[in-house]
């Protein structure tokens, strides 16, 4: 080794000047605890998207579309929360890539880790759809009073006007169709009222005034020519 | 395992863990040995890895610098071995990236899927002193991500285990990386050798 540069010598004057020093234990412990909460962090917000994607989904009524033929499976895609999902996987990567600082981290392949985030992140947000959690901050957005999500949460009983998606409340019945209005009180896009033309075959005495509906058409003249009618 | 902290560390039989808990205990003279017992390995394993390095001494001095700072997270019931070659592989790792000579991928493609892994080599002894002679000849030409783990496995002889704790991948990942690695070693010094 004597033809080895003194490393040695180098790095212990470096220690003896007090040029370097040992970074102290508690340095090491906030190190990893702050990567834990970061972790729980990411987690935590993956699963509150998540189960907003499954409450959304299913408040929305967008699920009964996939009811409503290939025009309505089209419709669900075009209406699905993508950027929500685009986010929870974006999270997943991140919760990923915060875990291989730890052992169970890196020693899981990449893919066998995502899938397990996925599965974890879906358990969780299936169980917290199960509670009232989303319900009550929807409440609270309807009434104006949640700043943040207010707009998410808003988003979830308009109607889709462009895509011929619209839901409502059941104000008049007519020969082979109805009317429909949807006024949460407050004034803004989600609220007007439409008149539903009924599909071949749909027996119009199922509908009361007063029925909350769910209604995917084409417009023709101002009206809605449906081709798939859901109560609510 | 517990180890007494008054130790003498120039002891020939005093382990690298035990000498770690002396540092931790503030004695310098223990980290010296540290330094005397891995300069040599640590040297060599930059020196091949980044080859036509003209700095490697002060990477590997920045590397022991970095072992004494943080020296207090390593857990003495663990081998030292890997947590030194952990933090040389991301000094090293840093100097490619920093000199921009191989383009480092951000998604590694091995350590997507799972693959079975050997714990013993399944080419055995006899192929891994071919491949100890082979590397010598071969090895600048191959990828930053195969070039390492033929060094760790041939040259500095640490365990799978071992690699992939240094590496931080998944056990298959270093199995089927060191197959890859092997094969593109053969291939290369075949193209440098075409009468063999």
Redesign the interface.
Known sequence: ?AN??D??T???E???RGD??????V??VAQVAAILMLLAAAFALSVFVMSFVIFSVRESGEQFLLGFGRQGVATFFILFPWAALALDVLLFFVIEQLS?YF?FG???????ALASILALALISATVIDLTPFHGALLSRADQNELPILGEWYEAIHASHKDQGVFRGVVTSIQKGGFTIAHDDGDYDADDGAWTVVAPAGFDVRTINVGDGVYVAGNIVQGAVHAYGIQKL | MMYPLVMDPHQPDITDEALVVL??GNN?EA??VI??RY??RL?RYGRRFLSDNDHI?DV??GV??KT??????FDATRRFSPWIYRIAHNAFVNELRRKHREPLSFI?FD?????PSYEHDPAGEEDKKMMQALVESGLDALPAIYKEIIILFYIEELSYQEI??VL??????VSVRLRRGREALKKEIKKQNPIQ
Do not use: W
């Open positions: 080794m080895e540069p490393i040695k180098k790095v212990l470096k220690i003896s370097i020093h040992r970074r102290p234990k340095y090491f291989r052992k890196y020693r899981l392949p990449v893919g066998r | 540092v931790q310098e980290f010296g330094i005397e300069q040599g040297l001494e590997v001095q022991f610098i004494y700072q943080n020296i207090r997270s590694d350590a997507l899927a799972a693959h992939a704790d931080r991948v998944p056990l298959g990942t």
